[in-house]
């Protein structure tokens, strides 16, 4: 008997809890449906008789009336640069391409100790670097809404994978919106934690000052548990954070009222779809009859966020890329020289988007650059930093469309690299200043999902998860799902 | 959000000038530079890829050169947005990274070592 195919991670572990079906049987649905849904191009690697085994030792142990966590048994999948020990890890990246991790990542190391079982690896821009999932040397992952259009990215993969019903939970990285944007686009919730809220140890690096690994799922209090499960300062990581992990799940009071949503007014003039606006303004309306208020806010550095923010993430990206050198690990071009080796095997192994941001990031890196560029963007992100504090005193979250329009179809933006860092506008602020921001479904427009953005205090992602939790409460959007065109006969 | 013009500022005088001076400056990228760039990168582009790279590049550099009409006399950069003090922990001896584990990807090695091609070679710089 088939179970419903969009059931939350919640549900299942009650249905776990009562016996009514076992971790193999979820797992194995997973990857059946994982196989079906090929064509939408969400999963780059399924390792199912080590998901199969983990299922099976999470059925004894329930029988033995044990359970690790609340996601003991679950399916849940991950983005394919985040490294679990003996699996393939390759960033969609032909430079990478047979490379088999020799270490946990923490994130994955503390999945592992919940018990959740990982089925595969989704797909994603090259090196994370990308808005749409068509940067992959997998192909391009597709939305499961329209499959014509983009799930976003980078993380697209996985915001596919949870919208199309394969996995309830699935985790991605977020350096400028690669968790929000997909979210958006796929209408899931995705959540990128403040940073240093989770460790990147094991998160293979694209900018080091601002990656977050962060969960999707189609319910908020989903994301709770499944942020729970992968945050807290890891020793291995000199930059996650001592800061003691709160209860999420508990924090999902139902109530908003007494709380202050701030409406930036940079974000609400023109530059987004009106209908899109239309939707969001009406998602803030929604909370309000729930008992919040709302007061507009100012954040007068936001216009500057693009363009220091790809300042910033070029640089460090194009230092962090250095390692791809075919010495140690990865690819490697046949040539008479080292040099002539580094050279070969980098051209033939990174595609043209992460050239192109190599090539920005040693260029304001290069001698008598450094300060015009990369140490002034470091600059504009302190201003941007004061503006959300400034603007946090007067509030206690703000609100803002997730992206300027709803997915977009495959193949539209590739020719205008500068048009496609641009569907990164509302996003990029919460990395540039280290906070916690949530993307959650809030309608449709023309049958697409819209994502409504909510951004929160450094360290208060229970705000966030409470607020979209108790907008679930009295919304519906989360349980409309596409239909399963991508399964042939099904 | 309207995204930000690729234009001239409106600032005036000696300000104005130094802004034109600087932009100039910030957008002054050619197929030259652009292969010096590579060069530095370790990546080889063709010719059509140089030109392409070239005009992209402009555009961004273009855009990104906004940034010049914020005054940040004074103001310090931030690395990391949160962190007051870096954690430190015990500095207790663990095991490293068993060697052979450690060489399982590598292209070609040697027992415990990475073999490379030879690094001098008429042809490098």
């Known amino acids: 008997m088939p179970r419903d195919r969009f059931e939350t991670a919640l549900a299942q572990r009650a ?76 960033c969609a990246s032909r430079i990478l391409e047979g490379f088999v991790a020799p270490y946990q990542g923490t994130a994955v190391a503390k999945l592992q100790a919940a018990g959740a079982v990982i089925v595969g690896r989704t797909n994603m821009d090259e090196f994370a670097m990308g808005s749409s999932n068509e940067h992959s040397i997998y192909g391009v992952a597709r939305n499961p809404w329209d499959p014509a259009r983009t799930p976003g990215g980078s993380s697209g993969g996985s915001a596919a994978a949870v919208a199309a019903g394969i996995v309830p939970i699935a985790f991605g990285s977020d350096t400028g919106g690669s968790i929000r944007q997909p979210a958006s686009h ?88 009106p209908a899109v606006l239309a939707r969001v303004r009406e998602a803030v309306a929604e909370l309000e009859r729930a008992g919040a208020k709302t ?20 640089a460090e990206a194009s230092s962090n890329l250095a390692r791809y050198d ?27 988007e992460v050239k192109r941001r190599i090539l920005l990031g040693t260029y304001v890196l290069s001698a008598g650059y450094y300060d015009a560029y990369y140490r002034k963007a ?65 309608g449709f427009v023309n049958g697409l999902p819209v994502g409504l953005q909510l951004l929160g205090r450094a360290l208060d992602e229970a705000t966030l998860l409470r607020v979209a939790d108790a907008y679930q409460r009295c919304t519906s959007w989360h349980e409309q799902h596409p239909e399963p065109s991508w399964e042939r006969g099904g | 959000m309207r995204p930000l013009p ?34 530095l990168a370790r990546l080889e582009l063709g010719a059509d890829e140089v030109q392409r790279m070239t005009a992209e590049l402009e555009a961004i550099l273009g855009y990104v050169a906004a940034l010049e009409q914020l005054d940040t006399t004074g103001v ?50």
């Open chain 1, 295 to 314: 007061r507009e806010v100012s954040l007068p550095h936001a216009p500057y966020a693009i363009a220091a923010y790809y300042l910033i993430a070029t």
């Open chain 2, 6 to 39: 690729r234009s001239e500022p409106t600032a005036s005088g000696e300000v104005h000038k130094a802004r034109r001076r600087y932009v100039a400056a910030m957008s002054r990228i050619n197929p030259a530079e652009v292969e010096r760039i590579a060069d």
């Open chain 1, 186 to 273: 796929c209408g899931v919730v995705g959540m990128k934690p403040s940073y240093g809220r989770v460790s990147r140890y094991g998160l293979v690096a694209f900018a080091s000052s601002l990656d977050q690994i962060g969960p999707f799922a189609r319910t908020a209090s989903d994301c709770a548990l499944a942020l729970a499960a992968i945050a807290g300062h890891d020793p291995a990581d000199s930059t996650s954070l001592l800061e003691a992990v709160p209860d999420y799940a508990g924090a999902l009071r139902g109530d908003v009222s007494g709380l202050v949503i701030g409406m930036p007014r940079e974000y609400f003039a023109e530059g987004a779809d």
């Open chain 1, 15 to 90: 249905a776990l809890d009562a016996g009514r079906v076992s971790s193999a049987e979820l797992v194995e649905q997973s990857l059946a449906r994982a196989e079906a849904a090929a064509e939408l191009g969400a999963f780059v690697h399924l390792q199912p008789e080590r998901a199969r085994a983990e299922a099976r030792a999470a059925d004894a142990r329930r029988a033995r009336g044990e359970r690790l966590s609340p996601l003991d048994g679950i399916p849940v999948a991950i983005k394919d640069l985040m490294v679990q020990e003996g699996e393939p890890c390759t």
């Open chain 1, 378 to 442: 470091m600059q504009v992100r302190t201003l941007l930093r004061r503006d959300f504090e400034q603007a946090f005193r007067g509030c206690d979250l703000i609100a803002t469309p997730t992206a300027p329009e709803v997915a977009f179809r495959i193949g539209e933006k590739t020719a205008d690299p500068l048009k496609m860092y641009l569907s990164d506008i509302y996003t990029v602020s919460a990395n540039l200043a280290g906070i916690p921001g949530l993307s959650v479904p809030c």
């Open chain 2, 76 to 125: 310090e950069p931030t690395f990391h947005p949160i962190l007051v003090t870096t954690p430190l922990r015990d500095d207790v001896a663990a095991p490293p990274l068993d060697p052979t584990r450690a060489l399982a990807n590598a292209p070609e090695r040697s027992g415990t070592a990475f073999v490379v091609p030879k690094v001098l070679d008429e042809d490098e710089r």
């Open chain 1, 326 to 352: 075919g010495v140690r690990f990865g690819r490697r071009a046949q040539a008479r020289s080292l040099g002539e080796m580094y050279r070969r095997t980098r051209s033939e192994g990174f595609g043209a």
